[in-house]
């Protein structure tokens, strides 16, 4: 059974649309839905959520349809998960109580364990009052402390130390990854982001070849999956996939993935995903970019890909679509289409984003050469007489410990003529 609390005057088509999607989550968590129950409030219930005759309305429901569970679209106090139980006899969930469950259900890497464990501890801490109220004593005053408290005490301790292990074993994780990726420095970065299930893997798997896991359910990709691929000017890149987002993620999941996340954050272009296909969206696209500027990611240049156009039938839809985010890309990653032009939009943003340097490297010095092929794009080679002039494009966020690092090769001058690269 779901239920929510809908604000007076909510367009009744995107509530709808919020009940759907949290029926695709229940689904995808192995829940079978029996009914729904809604009501119109300015706000939720401080104790129940629902008011009082709406709750005598929901346990009828409740006792005929023989659910088991009652989960709310919204978050939950402690005290409304509570006093509804009591009132309804059976259990009593939020979205993000479902959203949680899924993630654990996906993670299949140590990283991925870990951080779920830890945003599920932090979202227990806070509600474990209610575990233990058979054991209180009903009663006060001094020396009167009851065994219910002295073990919630005990719990809080426990989940407090345990976090704190989840915390440093990130932190390692992290570590690991920083190494990774300065084997990667000086290639273009590319990073998938989008709105779960708007066909990020599929389109991955498309531009890369690779063998990436694909499924079409929620939060199907939790890991962070890095690929290599060839822009069309034969440059070698990386794109990364992640997590999908979704309107209402709990905050102690953006912070648990922050490390995972973080290959957003370096990523010298974010290829935005859509599902044009979804009536909604355009509301998808909001919550992606409210989640991006959560992250610290609002400012790095952005490709909007809307995928999934075979699914489109109304021209104007896209006609719309295109004009309201000028410079997309339209595409089908199931059907392969458009995607060589997605890759020259690639290619041509990556060149606006980065900067042209030029290097006189003396030949008693070639291994700087060789490096800087693997660091950074060579576009011209110039072997002259004493020395190599080298002209290389280099990400405008790695500017910086660029010129630091070679400041003293760094000149002015432009390769008279190219050599073979």
């Not at 998960?81 to 939020?94: G, I, S, Y």
């Not at 034969?234 to 209402?248: E, N, Y």
């Amino acid at each position: 059974m779901i239920s929510a609390v809908i604000k007076k005057g909510a367009d009744p088509d995107v509530v709808d649309e919020h009940l759907e999607e949290l029926v695709m989550l229940l689904d995808t968590a192995g829940v079978d839905v029996v009914g729904r129950l809604t009501q119109e409030r300015e706000r939720p219930d401080i104790s129940t959520a629902f008011g009082k005759g709406k709750v005598e309305e929901l346990k009828e429901l409740v006792d005929t349809s023989g659910a088991s569970c009652v989960v709310f679209d919204d978050e939950l106090s402690p005290a409304q998960v509570r006093n509804l139980e009591e009132a309804l006899k059976v259990k009593v969930l939020d979205r993000s109580n479902v959203i949680l469950d899924i993630f654990a259900s996906h993670a299949r890497t140590q990283e991925a364990r870990t951080q779920v464990e830890l945003a599920q501890l932090e979202y227990l801490l806070p509600r474990l009052t209610r575990m233990w109220t058979h054991l209180s004593k009903q009663f006060g005053g001094v020396g009167t402390k009851g065994p219910g408290e002295t073990q919630i005490e005990t719990d809080r301790r426990m989940y407090r130390t345990r976090m704190q292990r989840l915390r440093e074993k990130l932190k390692e994780i992290d570590v690991q990854r920083m190494v990774q990726r300065k084997g990667r420095e000086g290639l273009p970065r590319f990073a998938l982001v989008g709105y779960t299930n708007a066909g990020k893997s599929s389109l991955m798997r498309v531009l890369t070849q690779a063998d990436v896991y694909v499924q079409d359910q929620l939060f199907a990709t939790l890991d962070t999956t890095v690929r290599t691929f060839a822009l069309p000017s034969g440059q070698k890149a990386l794109i990364s996939d992640t997590v999908g987002f979704i309107r209402k993620l709990p905050t102690q999941l953006v912070a648990s993935f922050r490390s995972t996340l973080s290959e957003t954050l370096e990523a010298d272009i974010l290829l935005h995903v859509v599902d044009v296909s979804n009536p909604h969206y355009r509301e998808h696209m909001a919550v992606v970019e409210s989640t991006l500027s959560e992250l610290g990611a609002s400012d790095t240049p952005v490709i909007v890909v809307f995928n999934k156009i075979d699914n489109v039938q109304q021209r104007e839809l896209l006609d719309d679509a295109e004009a309201e985010s000028p410079g997309c890309v339209f595409v089908s990653a199931h059907r392969g289409l458009n995607i060589d032009r997605l890759l020259h939009v690639m290619q041509s943003t990556y060149e606006e984003s980065a900067v042209l340097r030029t290097l006189r490297i003396p030949y008693e010095s070639m291994n700087i050469v060789a490096r800087l092929y693997s660091e950074v794009e060579v576009l011209r080679r110039s072997d002259e007489d004493s020395d190599v002039l080298l002209s290389v494009r280099v990400p405008a966020d790695l500017l910086a410990p660029f010129t630091a690092k070679y400041r003293q090769y760094v000149t002015n001058e432009v390769p008279s003529h190219t050599s073979a690269l």
